[in-house]
C-alpha cells in the first residue's frame, strides 16, 4: 500500500483559477494529515462536466483505499466522492475507508453514485468523520445545483452497494442532511449518527420531514433508526471551533483532528 502523509499539505487555488482535472481509480492508497481546501471548479475532461473540484475522489475501479485523519475545508464540490461508470474493467470500488477526517464548508461532505455493471461498492466504510456547515462556504454562491448543498449526496445508483456510514457527525447542512436522485439507495446502511439541523431544517430535500420529524423520517426510511438528532437554533452563527467543541467527545471512539484556527465563509 501507497501510504501519503502530508501535514498541513494545502490546496490554495482561488476559484479564478479553475484547471482541468482528470478521474483516475485509486489502488492501495492511504491518505493521511493532510489538509485540503480552497479545490474549485473546472472541467472534468472526460464527461465535459463543469463541477469538478472534489477532495479526495475515488473513481470506479479503485480498491484498497484509506483516507483518515485528514482536513477538508472550503472545496468547491464534495470532500469525498467514490463514484464512476460505466466504463470500468472490474465495475467496483472495493475495501474503501473514510474515517476520523474532519469535513467543514464544503459544498457536500461525502458523496456515492455508481452506473452500468458489476459487483459495485464493496466493503466500503464512512466511520468517525465530523462534517460541519456543508454548503456554506465559497461555492454556494457560484455553483448552479444549490440544492445539492447538503451532507450525504447520492446520484445514480446501477451497481450494488455493500456501503456503511456509522458514527459520524454531520452538523448543520445548508439545505438538507441528504439528497439522492433516486427514491431509494439499497446497501447504503446509515447508523449511530449525529445529525444535527437547524429548527425546521430538512433531513432530506425533496422530503417533508424536518429534523424535528426525525422518528416519522428514519421509520419511513428505515436507516439511521439508531442515530441521534439534535435540533440546534435557527439563528446560529456560523463558527467552525464552537461547532466542533460542541460535538466532539459524542461519537465514542472517534478522534477527527482539530481545526487549525477559527473559519468563517469566504
Not at 54 to 64: L, M, V
Not at 192 to 217: D, F
Request: glycine share 8%; net charge negative; charged share 20%.
Amino acid at each position: 500500500m501507497t501510504e501519503h502523509t502530508y501535514p498541513d499539505r494545502r490546496e490554495t487555488r482561488e476559484p479564478s483559477e479553475a484547471t482541468p482535472s482528470r478521474d483516475a481509480e485509486a489502488d492501495r492508497i492511504r491518505t493521511s494529515t493532510a489538509r485540503c481546501s480552497r479545490l474549485d471548479g473546472g472541467t472534468a475532461d472526460a464527461h465535459v462536466l463543469p463541477l469538478a473540484g472534489n477532495g479526495f475522489e475515488a473513481w470506479i475501479d479503485s480498491a484498497d483505499v484509506v483516507v483518515e485523519r485528514n482536513i477538508f475545508h472550503d472545496i468547491y464540490d464534495t470532500a469525498f466522492t467514490a463514484q464512476g461508470g460505466p466504463q470500468s474493467t472490474t465495475g467496483s470500488w472495493s475495501n474503501i475507508s473514510l474515517r476520523n477526517n474532519l469535513i467543514y464548508l464544503c459544498n457536500q461532505s461525502i458523496e456515492f453514485w455508481s452506473a452500468g455493471a458489476g459487483p459495485g461498492f464493496v466493503n466500503c466504510l464512512v466511520e468517525c468523520n465530523t462534517c460541519l456547515y456543508s454548503g456554506y462556504g465559497w461555492s454556494s454562491q457560484v455553483r448552479p445545483d444549490l440544492n445539492t448543498r447538503v451532507h450525504l449526496l447520492t446520484y445514480g445508483w446501477d451497481l450494488p452497494a455493500d456501503i456503511t456510514v456509522r458514527h459520524n457527525t454531520f452538523y448543520d447542512g445548508k439545505v438538507a442532511y441528504r439528497y439522492s436522485a433516486t427514491r431509494t439507495t439499497p446497501g447504503l446502511v446509515c447508523s449511530a449518527n449525529l445529525i444535527c439541523q437547524r429548527a425546521g431544517g430538512l433531513l432530506r430535500y425533496g422530503q417533508p420531514q424536518t429534523v424535528e420529524q426525525w422518528q416519522a423520517w428514519t421509520a419511513a426510511e428505515q436507516n439511521d433508526t439508531d442515530s441521534t438528532f439534535w435540533v440546534l437554533p435557527q439563528d446560529a452563527p456560523i463558527d467552525v471551533t464552537a461547532a466542533w467543541n460542541q460535538v466532539v467527545g459524542e461519537r465514542s471512539g472517534c478522534t477527527p483532528p482539530a481545526p487549525p484556527a477559527p473559519t468563517s465563509p469566504k
